[in-house]
């Protein structure tokens, strides 16, 4: 079985669907009664933010890695495990907030983007938690499969945006793509 079969089965998990609608509904109406949902969104923007955001925790988390494995630095990774782990807030929020607007199918595949982000996060929370009093294997064995969590929900993600088109229908409020805007000075 092959990756693309994995995400198509992703894809088909009605089971899901129940949770998913009651769980969209929530946040949909959290964000539409607080005015927040199109900033969240990158109205502002003129594109999603999650992507944008998640950059920063997934960042942190591979450079941990590297002090771990490469340059046995283990407080310069805690450091930087608490920088992602700093950074996850907006970037769930963000996310959130743009699966709370996707359709079935694509909602499906978030929930085990995120499922596996959560067991990721959960992952580096731990490892952080180990850190404070020092280092050992099994903090730098949690914050890799941490990792690999995060790489698994990265590749769904991925999934979700490129193969389904999550999100590319545009966000933009204002000038359309063809509007040329000129430099003031």
């Known amino acids: 079985m092959n990756l693309e079969s994995l995400f198509r089965k992703a894809e088909s998990a009605g089971f899901l669907d129940g949770g998913s609608r009651f769980l969209q509904q929530r946040i949909q109406g959290v964000l539409g009664s607080s005015g927040a949902g199109p900033v969240l969104r990158g109205s502002w923007l003129g594109h999603p933010v999650h992507p944008v ?11 941990a890695t590297v002090f771990d494995l490469a340059f046995r630095d283990h407080v310069g990774a805690r450091r930087l495990i608490g920088l992602g ?8 929020v963000t996310g959130w907030a743009d699966w709370a607007e996707r ?17 990721g996060i959960t992952a580096m929370f731990a490892s952080y938690l180990r850190r404070r009093h020092g280092s050992d294997a099994r903090a730098v064995v949690t914050s890799t499969a941490g990792l690999l969590a995060i790489g698994i929900g990265g590749a769904l993600g991925g999934h979700l945006t490129y193969a ?22």
């Open 53 to 63: 955001l998640v950059s920063l925790p997934i960042g942190a988390w591979v450079g």
């Open 85 to 92: 782990l700093l950074a996850t807030p907006p970037t769930l």
């Open 103 to 119: 359709d079935t199918r694509q909602r499906r595949v978030g929930l085990i983007h995120a499922e596996a982000n959560a067991i």
């Open 164 to 185: 389904m088109g999550a999100g590319v229908d545009g966000v933009r409020e204002g000038p359309g793509p063809d509007t040329l805007i000129t430099p003031v000075g």
